[in-house]
């Protein structure tokens, strides 16, 4: 009799423990949720996140996004964290948020570079493929005058690197490369302020390719101002200089490489027949030296003009790069963030996706990525006077296809 009671509690005790590891819900409705009974796993929703808040962590304002997607499918979002205002000059630090679920929750501020009362600006980072995060960007010393230019100080702008194989949590103490990419005269030197890219293709596949601009005394204009790259064929170790546009009239600029491996930069413009309308030049020999560049069909406004983004998504069935270009999508106001987008190598642009409601419009300076999801990410300066900081946002790329 006691044999057989024993066994009824075994067997009772193994049907009790089986109960419990089902947790009691059917398959495919993991938790007693409604509405699957279970049925098809439900999307992901689009991302809309404030990465950035005006006074956060000891700073007035931020300024200036990047974002790329590490190998691990962190994104991670870069900005200039001004602590005296959102003036270019002043006490700027480079800071990192990271965000391990495509964009809907973010990580604290992770100062990246912080040199005092120093400007740390214009970042520039590029997943490389051994995983390493690297990052550019520029340095100067603040002093009156510093802010456009070499300044009164004699401490010109110059290029730094900085890198994390973390995953974005810790970063190298940055080193001084200007002297390798330097520009002779230059006044002004600036790196993106964009994501860099590692080239796929060939010529050149593996190379490190970073969009930059400079000015520098002219005579028609006195002022040039040209886009140029600089690019590293040894994962960031030694960097060259690279090609120069003919535009004088170029600024800030962002690269990307088309279906057939050459390299298309994008440039803010300031040439005065043309302005409200960004300019393009190609390079077909790796960034080494660019075709003449030209005018194009994207607008941006034509009283200052403003930075913008450019990102291949994927190279279609006709071998050409499906692009896509975020700025503000109008002639006279830093307003109506929007995507645009090219099927064919960026020779025409059809669609306009606005990213920013319409009942709050006002953008600046933004950057795109490819999430570890497939979805489009956009991180942008977002309110008048990008007095809400920064913003990210995520959406199908058949959403922005399918725009009117």
């Known amino acids: 009799m006691k044999k057989i009671q024993k066994l009824i509690w075994i067997f009772a005790a193994l049907f009790l423990a089986a109960a419990c ?36 962590s000891g700073y007035a304002a931020f300024r200036i996004p990047a974002v790329v997607v590490s190998k691990a499918g962190t994104v991670l979002a870069f900005t200039e964290g001004r602590v005296d205002g959102s003036a270019d000059d002043g006490n700027i630090d480079l800071l990192v948020k990271r965000s391990e679920d495509n964009g809907n929750t973010w990580s604290i501020p992770i100062k990246v570079y912080d040199d005092g009362e120093n400007r740390c600006q214009n970042p520039a980072p590029v997943v490389l493929n051994n995983g390493r995060i690297l990052l550019l960007f520029c ?3 603040r002093t009156p005058g ?15 690197k900085t890198y994390s194989d973390d995953d974005g ?38 190379r490190i390719v970073v969009p930059c601009n400079h000015n520098k005394p002219g005579t028609n204009p006195k ?31 962002t690269v990307v490489e088309l279906g057939d491996g050459s390299l298309m930069t994008n440039m803010r413009n300031y040439e005065p027949n043309s302005l409200g309308y960004r300019w393009q030049a190609v ?34 069935s006709a071998g050409k790069a499906n692009l896509l270009f975020s700025n503000p999508d109008h002639g006279s106001s830093r307003r109506n ?7 064919n190598d960026g020779r025409s642009w059809s669609r306009t996706f606005k ?33 809400k900081g920064i913003y990210f946002r995520s959406f199908e790329f058949a959403e922005i296809a399918a725009a009117l």
């Open 355 to 387: 990213y920013v409601p319409d009942n709050d419009f006002y953008s600046a300076y933004s950057d795109l990525a490819v999430l570890a999801n497939k979805k489009v990410g956009v991180l942008f300066e977002h309110g008048h006077n990008n007095s």
């Open 169 to 206: 949590k810790t970063w190298s103490t940055p080193e001084d490369i200007h002297d390798q990419v330097a520009i002779a005269g230059y006044t002004w030197y600036a790196t993106g302020p964009c994501h860099a890219i590692v080239k796929t293709l060939a010529p050149n596949k593996g």
């Open 146 to 160: 510093s802010a456009n230019g070499s300044g009164s100080s004699g401490h010109p702008r110059r290029v730094m």
């Open 337 to 343: 963030g929007s995507i645009k987008l090219s099927s």
């Open 21 to 56: 590891s089902s947790g009691g819900d059917e398959p495919g409705n993991p938790g007693g949720s409604e509405g699957g009974g279970g049925g098809e796993p439900q999307p992901e929703a689009n991302a809309t996140s404030q990465v950035y808040k005006p006074g956060e």
């Open 139 to 141: 340095w100067n010393e």
């Open 283 to 316: 390079s077909r020999d790796g960034g080494l030296t660019y075709e003449p560049a030209q005018v194009t069909t994207l607008i941006e406004p034509n009283n200052n003009g403003c930075q913008g983004s450019i990102l291949r998504y994927s190279i279609n």
């Open 223 to 253: 002022s040039e101002r040209h886009a140029h790259l600089i690019y590293s064929d040894d994962q960031g170790a030694t960097w060259h200089l690279g090609a120069v546009t003919d535009h004088p009239y170029g600024n800030e600029s």
